[in-house]
């Protein structure tokens, strides 16, 4: 049932934090003006997300592939994966590759990640994922959710082509607006401040409006720009495999306190 104290403390909170931010904090932040950078602005301010085709060749999608299995086969103990073996997670993995370093670098998703923000994020770290099929997977994440309820941006980079049978990224129309986040809490008796969404709660959304379900295939080489507070998942696999890589951007003084979030499973150091 919906608390409407903590609905009050949240639209609160999601609006004075806004304001914050963009009078205070950031007054004199400078915007990366060029076409290409607004464009993929203006689309991640309108959809919550914007898909940027041949981001990288498929020379160096083949070879970061290489570099991640070869770390999986030779350091297992240096790995996150769920229970069964079916999302294996690499923390830190710009520490293992030069070329997944170059995409922790990137200036793309980074200054329009600080057009969205109105201020200067930084890049907490890279995570190599590998998504294989299993029985009764659950896909990359491990189902629906939401990354957090304050400001979440991630850039997402497909290793492999991506289509409906391996893990595309899927994510719910509008579910990042502030109306929407509200209303739909307040029709299926949603807690605002819950971040795991159930898939029958899912399903309602989209039986009510089957257009609010976007699924992001992409050629190997597509870089997804996306607000990560939107309710999304990695599809659940029904064969073969996908390889990404994910960069995790945060406001620049908050990093700390994500970085402590991430502690227990990360096996690469990333302060290097």
Same mark, same amino acid.
């Given at each position: 049932?919906?608390?409407?104290?903590?609905?009050?403390?949240?639209?609160?909170?999601?609006?004075?934090?806004?304001?914050?931010?963009?009078?205070?904090?950031?007054?004199?932040?400078?915007?990366?003006?060029?076409?290409?950078?607004?464009?993929?602005?203006?689309?991640?301010?309108?959809?919550?997300? /914007?898909? *940027? &085709? $041949?981001?990288?060749?498929?020379?160096?999608?083949? #070879?970061?592939?290489?570099? %991640?299995? !070869?770390? +999986? =086969?030779?350091?297992?103990?240096?790995?996150?994966?769920?229970?069964?073996?079916?999302?294996?997670?690499?923390?830190?993995?710009?520490?293992?590759?030069?070329?997944?370093?170059?995409?922790?670098?990137?200036?793309?998703?980074?200054?329009?990640?600080?057009?969205?923000?109105?201020?200067?994020?930084?890049?907490?770290?890279?995570?190599?994922?590998?998504?294989?099929?299993?029985?009764?997977?659950?896909?990359?994440?491990?189902?629906?959710?939401?990354?957090?309820?304050?400001?979440?941006?991630?850039?997402?980079?497909?290793? /492999?082509? *991506? &289509? $409906?049978?391996?893990?595309?990224?899927?994510?719910? #129309?509008?579910?990042?607006? %502030?109306? !929407?986040? +509200? =209303?739909?809490?307040?029709?299926?008796?949603?807690?605002?401040?819950?971040?795991?969404?159930?898939?029958?709660?899912?399903?309602?959304?989209?039986?009510?409006?089957?257009?609010?379900?976007?699924?992001?295939?992409?050629?190997?080489?597509?870089?997804?720009?996306?607000?990560?507070?939107?309710?999304?998942?990695?599809?659940?696999?029904?064969?073969?495999?996908?390889?990404?890589?994910?960069?995790?951007?945060?406001?620049?003084?908050?990093?700390?306190?994500?970085?402590?979030?991430?502690?227990?499973?990360?096996?690469?150091?990333?302060?290097?």
């Amino acid at each position: 049932m919906i608390n409407f104290y903590k609905l009050i403390k949240y639209i609160f909170f999601y609006y004075s934090k806004f304001f914050l931010n963009k009078f205070l904090k950031n007054r004199n932040f400078s915007f990366n003006k060029s076409k290409l950078y607004n464009d993929h602005f203006s689309k991640l301010k309108r959809d919550g997300y /914007v898909l *940027v &085709d $041949n981001f990288l060749n498929l020379n160096d999608c083949s #070879k970061i592939i290489n570099s %991640i299995d !070869y770390f +999986i =086969k030779n350091n297992p103990n240096h790995i996150y994966h769920d229970d069964k073996f079916s999302d294996i997670r690499l923390f830190g993995a710009q520490n293992i590759c030069n070329k997944i370093n170059n995409f922790f670098s990137a200036e793309l998703p980074l200054s329009v990640g600080q057009n969205y923000y109105s201020g200067q994020l930084k890049n907490l770290m890279t995570m190599a994922n590998k998504v294989v099929f299993k029985n009764d997977n659950l896909g990359s994440g491990g189902g629906w959710h939401r990354d957090g309820i304050d400001f979440q941006y991630k850039a997402i980079l497909y290793l /492999v082509d *991506v &289509d $409906n049978n391996n893990g595309p990224f899927q994510l719910i #129309k509008n579910s990042q607006k %502030i109306f !929407y986040y +509200i =209303k739909d809490c307040v029709n299926l008796n949603m807690n605002i401040f819950d971040t795991r969404i159930d898939n029958s709660v899912v399903q309602t959304l989209i039986k009510k409006d089957n257009s609010r379900l976007i699924t992001l295939s992409g050629r190997a080489g597509s870089l997804i720009l996306v607000d990560t507070t939107m309710i999304h998942r990695g599809c659940p696999l029904i064969s073969g495999s996908r390889y990404a890589l994910t960069n995790y951007y945060y406001p620049i003084n908050e990093c700390d306190n994500h970085l402590n979030q991430f502690t227990p499973y990360i096996k690469v150091n990333i302060n290097n």
